[in-house]
């Protein structure tokens, strides 16, 4: 399928222009795909799996290059895959939008963050992505970054001063909270040496140890605590310190710590 003749054209763009619909049956099962299945989740699949020939066979046939399948874009599915040619391909057409939303409000450059597509980042970029895009809970994509431990996505939107390091997302929450959850410490200090206040608390009063108790993650929590980023008796606006967070979402291991280390109870 991958032969081309003089003009630089393969059996893809021959079938394309042919017009007969059992060629472009042929074509795809190459691929191991039917025409039968709806365009648009063929054209999801090729984008996803880096295959830029059948992306352009597809659109050329019909497949709705803007269109979406449970919230998501055919972008995001390319950022997703990975696949810069597939993802450039995309963007060449008239009626993709670099900033269409997903599911939840998420932003190709989101996804793009999420998922340490570095290069993508980048070109997403450069091509006019609006980097100060907030997703349905409010999250940017530092908290994105910030939430999946993508230390050099991270570090690449601070120093280019992209979004503010102590945007509030959903809840109130900032990027250093969001990485406090999810247990990641190398961004947690990352966000701390390039100024994430320590000292803010989310609309329910909590602070990066409530949220590290909460998600559950030990070391974090005795990392919090060994380089004195919160006050262990912190109470939030529903007078819970970080070791009844813990005891009532059950992290056994984090309230017993707590505990040992004079975490009040009551």
């Not at 102590?166 to 990352?190: C, K, W, Y």
Request: hydrophobic letters at 40%; a neutral charge; proline letters at 1%.
């Amino acid at each position: 399928m991958s032969e081309d003749d003089n003009d630089c054209k393969n059996a893809l763009h021959w079938a394309c222009k042919g017009g007969h619909e059992s060629m472009w049956e042929c074509v795809l099962k190459q691929y191991g795909k039917s025409i039968r299945r709806v365009k648009i989740r063929l054209l999801i699949d090729a984008a996803f799996g880096g295959k830029k020939d059948l992306c352009e066979f597809l659109i050329c046939i019909g497949a709705n290059a803007s269109g979406h399948i449970k919230g998501n874009s055919v972008l995001h599915f390319a950022v997703l895959g990975g696949d810069m040619n597939v993802v450039k391909y995309l963007l060449s057409q008239d009626n993709i939008d670099i900033n269409c939303w997903g599911e939840a409000g998420m932003t190709p450059l989101m996804t793009s963050a999420m998922h340490g597509r570095r290069e993508l980042f980048d070109f997403l970029v450069r091509m006019g992505a609006n980097v100060s895009l907030v997703d349905d809970g409010g999250d940017n994509i530092l908290h994105y970054a910030s939430a999946y431990d993508e230390s050099e996505i991270v570090r690449y939107i601070i120093s280019e001063h992209i979004v503010d390091i102590n945007s509030r997302g959903e809840n109130g929450t900032t990027p250093l909270m969001t990485a406090a959850f999810h247990g990641h410490i190398a961004v947690l200090d990352l966000l701390v040496r390039n100024g994430g206040r320590t000292d803010i608390v989310d609309d329910n009063g909590r602070n990066i140890l409530h949220w590290a108790s909460s998600g559950g993650h030990l070391k974090t929590v005795k990392h919090i605590l060994s380089q004195r980023l919160a006050d262990i008796n912190a109470r939030d606006n529903n007078g819970e310190t970080a070791a009844m967070i813990a005891k009532r979402e059950r992290k056994s291991k984090v309230f017993q710590f707590l505990v040992s280390k004079g975490c009040l109870v009551k």
